[in-house]
């Protein structure tokens, strides 16, 4: 079963070293999300409908809300060091960064000083060394990261992939979603409510979001329970009914599928760090 080595939460997202040895399902997240292999077995990021391998060489970055899954060979184990990094903390903490964390590209050559930041912030996450440096040194991880995404991408590249389509229809079901995350929402009832046709507004949707409504009514309980976990001492089976699911085993299913851990293990691990990095 895959573990949870450490996980810390603060102002800039969360940061963990996982030890995953199955495939985690098609998801997506509203962080900036970027994956370096450590150690062990092949692992295979799909993003979208293209594979990456993240290797010693090469780190992977998804962009918020950009699909993917993780996929690793049968029997097989790899240790990564995994962060989710805020848009907006990014971005206060980088006067120069005009698109938050829209990647350039998904595959990442790891230059020697990214090389020398995962290794400090692995040993940050496993105590090793004084935590006040944690949230710098991630930043720095990320920001050299981000450059080099953008590195064999000119100004109008970058421009085009960040026009988006604004539609008060797709605005109107993120807020039902929202709102209604811990029912059981009919698909073609909620595309009705915005004056769609199911097919219509599953097209729009993926259109200005990049995900289907499924996954990203998932991402929002997916959040949700984490927050329950870190932050409250309900237990385990509380949370999964106030989320809706009708037992904790299919709780535990859906979390595990989801983040790639058990619920009881990501709350044995995750704690939150008191980050002293200013802005700049």
């Known amino acids: 079963m895959s573990q949870a080595i450490a996980v810390s939460h603060g102002e800039f997202g969360r940061a963990a070293l996982y030890r995953l040895n199955k495939t985690i399902i098609t998801h997506a997240h509203r962080e900036g999300h970027l994956i370096y292999y450590l150690e062990g077995s092949k692992a295979d990021i799909r993003v979208r409908d293209e594979i990456f391998e993240a290797s010693a060489t090469h780190a992977i970055a998804v962009s918020p809300w950009e699909p993917h899954n993780f996929e690793i060979e049968e029997g097989g184990t790899a240790i990564c ?125 993926k259109q200005y979001l990049g995900v289907t409504p499924n996954v990203y009514m998932n991402t929002l309980r997916s959040e949700r329970a984490i927050e329950e976990l870190l932050n409250t001492n309900k237990t385990v089976t509380n949370i999964a009914f106030d989320l809706g699911f009708s037992s904790q085993a299919s709780f535990t299913r859906f979390f595990s599928s989801n983040v790639g851990i058990a619920p009881s293990e990501y709350r044995r691990v995750a704690h939150v760090t008191e980050g002293a990095f200013p802005m700049m």
């Open 81 to 205: 060091l995994v962060l989710y990094i805020k848009p907006m903390w990014f971005l206060e903490n980088s006067p120069s960064a005009e698109y938050s964390l829209k990647f350039g590209c998904t595959s990442v050559r790891m230059s020697n000083e990214m090389n020398h930041y995962v290794k400090r912030l692995t040993a940050l996450l496993l105590e090793v060394e004084d935590q006040s440096q944690f949230d710098e040194f991630l930043f720095v991880l990320t920001k050299a990261s981000f450059d080099e995404t953008w590195k064999n991408n000119n100004a109008e590249n970058r421009k085009q992939t960040y026009d988006r389509l604004s539609d008060f229809r797709v605005r109107k079901s993120l807020r039902i979603i929202q709102e209604k995350m811990t029912e059981d929402i009919e698909m073609e009832h909620l595309a009705r409510s915005v004056g769609l046709s199911r097919p219509h507004f599953f097209k729009l949707f």
